[in-house]
């Protein structure tokens, strides 16, 4: 693997090990702090929520000073979020529940001011170094985020064991990585005429919208979930999460090299086929009496969602262009911080909402395919 791919597989896994991370401690985060784990949630979203604005901003940047720029100060900062939650946990002994918050705020706000200008910029790098194969060159940063996914809770899984301290060296380490080997890419590179708009693509941009929100909203839901299995131990919980992430990364890695082994994926069917499974394991999720049944289920509802947003990432791009990286990031913004508020819910059957929203998705989604792929079809129907 030579220095540019691994810097855009490396890159690309950044916001993934700094999610799954996320996702392991904030019971245990909770536990010390004596606050509710939807506090924590809320917070997280809110940082998340910044994405919003600073994707804009990072997007002007780099028309303005270029990608490496953007890539190395956003790297930064995401290295100066996880050094403040590392002192955190390494001072958590003396300081009170208000400091605690305060400083676990102050990283989700410096954490979502930055790390929102890293995937888009990666991905338009790619383009930018592979333009004889845009799927593939986009497969590469994804690949890095599934790895991140697969990885970051088999490593927790072992670190938690020891020390909540030492899960935090796996960020640090691979953002100082990514900030050290960041290649000088020219700005005029990155300039290219703009295709379209973006209500031209709407439809494409909801149905990212309600995968971003489906998948979110299951990844914490899950965690109450399991408390209803296994009540009143947060570190079993934790430790069954790390599990079903592992499972899920493992799974969406093995997928995601076929496809680039591939080469020549459908990206169209492809999306059908992934928002299918992704509403029938949902409906699968809603009905398990079983944590090993409900760990597997939700496992393939995040691979087939994964699967799904390389698909419409593709489409998107195929159709109008890299710029559009920024509004699909966008996008997934809101799903992910809707999809937190509504943890806040608390729903006896949150999978069930899972499943209603991907039904709403993969409806409309083989309606498109209809009448894009099949246009004789669509006029008969």
Known sequence: MNKQISWLVVGGGLLGVSQQIALVVLPLLADIMSVPYETLVNWQAAGSFLFLFSSVYWAKTMAKKGVSYVVKLTTAGFLLSNLILLF????????????????????????????????????????????????????KVSLGGTLARCLTPLACIGLLMVSPTWVFALPLLLGLYVLLITPSLSKGKSKEKVSGSPHQHWGLLVVAFICAFSLCFGQFSLVQVLTRFIPDNSAQVSQWVAINLAITACLSTINQIYFIKKQKVDSERLLVLSLA?????????SMAHHIVVMCITVSLIFVALNSATLAYTNVIVAKAGKQYTNYITTTHTLGYALGAVFVNFSLTLPYTLVCTA????????????????????????
Not at 123 to 132: E, G, H
Not at 277 to 285: D, E, K, N
Not at 362 to 372: A, D, E, K, Q
């Open 88 to 139: 955190l946990w390494l001072e958590y002994d003396w300081l009170s529940v208000e400091v605690m918050l305060g400083i676990f705020i102050v990283s989700r706000i410096v954490h979502g001011l930055f790390s929102s200008g890293i995937v888009p910029q990666l991905q338009i790098s790619a383009l930018m170094l592979y333009p004889q194969n845009t799927i593939g060159a986009l497969a």
């Open 277 to 285: 499974v992704a509403f029938v394991m949902a409906g699968a999720s």
């Open 358 to 381: 991907l039904f709403i998705a993969f409806s409309f989604i083989v309606r498109r395919f209809i009448r894009n792929v099949y246009p004789k079809q669509a006029e008969t129907t």
